[in-house]
């Protein structure tokens, strides 16, 4: 073949392999053009994200939009990031501000700017925020962001639930409580306690609790078993326990304290039948050097006992509570930091040893929850120790764990 044919035919062939080449980057090209935008289309705006959810957590948050007037303008919003608090955040948000929900969404100027503080004018993922940032929220008001014990922060509140995409470029992470500005927070954070529940019933079935008809926060409790500090709001409260299989429940009102710690001890009754709900008020003022407090319940139905430490009388007379009137069950005792052998005998009859409980270790700062549990003819112990300065700190911080 000639030399010029031959060098026809390749620059012939390169040319063509060359618009092949470009044909199949275009056909990429035009293959990713069209399933992004489609991808982004099909995002639900966020107003549809909030009615839709599978849990059903944001019905007071739309009805809180729709009476400040803002539905229009959350819909419009794009390539922004919206913390929406859950309907129990909201509901303990009400609480401690000490408004009923009609006197919450009455107040249209109040409610919207507690809203505009939730509306961040970026689009923000848990990457973004995680490293420990401050946002100005578009009521103007700074939300500071930090990463602490494996949790996103917003302000103290707990992001439980991150980077949930809508249209327009916007994300939504869920808060488990609400912001406040500054002037409301104050008020607030004056009015919270802080609740534990101690399941006393033996070999029983776990417990769950309401708070005011809501899930109290608490995970369902095993017999025996202690559970953490929770925050709620002060005020008059309805408290409501149920075995997990149903067989058993028992609810009570109580006007909690503003700064108050209490335990609900969740107790025996009509032998073990049924359950008797106590509220324990616990001291967790600070403690002094070389001091320790030490807290005692008797959950023994139809008993009263005494408390020995190392061979002497510390707490006596300590009846099941209502067994002798007003007499609660529960006494607190401050003492020196050391190591106990503790006693506890029949009320007035050191013979009668109910529990014996050596070697109880008081450490300075701490507060220890001793507990008479059971049943007279099968008594146990509950034993738990708590840093009261850390508590407090924790608590002081919002982030109890």
Not at 386 to 400: D, Q, S
Request: hydrophobic share 50%; glycine share 10%.
């Amino acid at each position: 073949m000639p030399f010029r044919v031959l060098h026809l035919l390749k620059k012939h062939r390169r040319k063509g392999d060359c618009l092949l080449r470009i044909s199949l980057a275009a056909l990429i090209s035009a293959i990713i053009f069209m399933i992004l935008p489609l991808s982004a289309q099909d995002r639900p705006s966020l107003i549809d994200l909030l009615i839709n959810d599978a849990n059903a957590r944001f019905g007071l948050f739309l009805e809180a939009l729709e009476a400040a007037g803002l539905t229009g303008d959350v819909d419009a919003l794009e390539n922004a990031t919206l913390l929406i608090p859950t309907d129990d955040a909201l509901i303990k948000g009400m609480n401690y501000l000490g408004l009923s929900q009609q006197q919450f969404f009455a107040g249209e100027s109040q409610l919207a700017e507690i809203l505009r503080l939730h509306m961040l004018p970026e689009r923000l993922f848990f990457r973004d925020l995680s490293a420990g940032t401050s946002i100005q929220s578009l009521g103007g008001e700074g939300v500071n962001f930090v990463l602490y014990g494996g949790i996103l922060w917003a302000n103290g509140a707990r992001v439980s639930d991150v980077d949930n995409l809508a249209a327009s470029g916007v994300v939504m992470h869920v808060l488990d409580d609400l912001l406040l500005p500054a002037h409301l927070r104050e008020q607030a954070e004056a009015n919270r306690a802080y609740l534990r529940v101690a399941h006393l019933l033996p070999d029983q079935p776990a417990l769950n609790w309401l708070l005011n008809g809501h899930a109290g926060g608490v995970e369902s409790i095993e017999s025996g078993q202690l559970g953490g500090w929770i925050e709620i709001a002060a005020g008059d409260q309805r408290w409501m326990v149920t075995s997990a299989d149903g067989s058993m429940s028992a609810e009570i009102d109580v006007t909690v304290a503003p700064n108050s710690w209490i335990t609900l001890a969740v107790v025996g009754q009509n032998a073990g039948q049924g359950l008797g709900l106590v509220p324990l008020i616990e001291d967790y003022s600070p403690l002094t050097v070389g001091q320790a407090r030490l807290s005692f319940f008797n959950g023994l139905e139809d008993t009263a006992l005494d408390l020995l430490a190392d061979g002497q009388l510390f707490l006596g007379g300590i009846a099941y509570p209502g067994m002798i009137g007003e007499n609660d069950g529960f006494a607190i005792l401050p003492l020196p930091v050391a190591t106990y052998d503790l006693l506890v005998t029949a009320s007035g009859n050191p013979e009668n040893v109910i529990l014996n409980i050596p070697d109880v270790r008081l450490r300075e700062g701490f507060n220890v929850f001793l507990a008479a549990a059971g049943t007279p003819t099968d008594p146990r112990v509950i034993i738990l120790e708590t840093n009261v300065n850390v508590a407090r700190a924790l608590a002081e911080a919002g982030r109890l764990p």
